[in-house]
């Protein structure tokens, strides 16, 4: 414990400073989820079917296959590890599912993120430091939040990517936004 002048400064503060920052891990989780959910929609609204499957490679997953992962990971790490649910992921589906039409993808985003928002806002905060089995990892429940999120954040970066090779359109993402100010 830290001290001022020989005393324990940070004592009186540190459930209160625990709380505020289990508060904010929570809400940061749920708005950079949100905010990577309507990236999705908008890139899948900007696709062809054909383009939602288009793969340049067999190395590289195209757009539906990045969002069944999504619902696979977010499903296995969030909802069944920190909620309880079930775990029956299938991974290596994800990645070569036959074409799942839009309609069923959004679907199938959307009851996975529903799941995980209600787990992220009831989860306690002993279930943060408590440590986990996930995937064959052993992980906190904060570092568990910090992986599905990053997780989520990369694959959605790879989504618009996709999604900006096969459409000249703008996404939109920053429409009212100056992103050069500074400060």
């Known amino acids: 414990m830290e001290t001022l002048r020989g005393r324990d400064f940070f004592?009186?503060?540190l459930g209160l400073m625990s709380d505020l920052l289990?508060?904010?891990l929570r809400a940061e989780s749920l708005r950079r989820l949100a905010?990577?959910?309507d990236r999705i929609k908008k890139c899948l609204r900007l696709l062809s079917p054909e383009q939602v499957w288009h793969r340049p490679n067999e190395r590289v997953a195209s757009v539906g296959n990045l969002v069944l992962h999504l619902c696979g990971n977010v499903g296995q790490w969030i909802n069944s590890t920190l909620g309880g649910?079930?775990?029956d992921r299938n991974r290596e589906w994800e990645f070569f599912a036959p074409e799942v039409p839009v309609d069923e993808l959004l679907t199938r985003l959307a009851a996975t993120l529903s799941k995980a928002r209600h787990t992220l806002a009831a989860i306690p905060e002993s279930d943060l430091t408590r440590t986990w089995s996930v995937q064959g990892f052993q992980e906190t429940g904060t570092a568990i939040i910090v992986h599905a999120v990053e997780h989520f954040s990369y694959h959605v970066g790879q989504i618009t990517l996709h999604t900006k090779l096969m459409q000249p359109a703008d996404t939109g993402y920053y429409d009212g936004l100056d992103l050069?100010?500074?400060g």
């Open 11 to 13: 004592g009186p503060y």
């Open 180 to 182: 050069n100010a500074t």
């Open 35 to 37: 905010e990577g959910e």
């Open 22 to 24: 289990a508060d904010q």
């Open 85 to 87: 649910l079930p775990d």
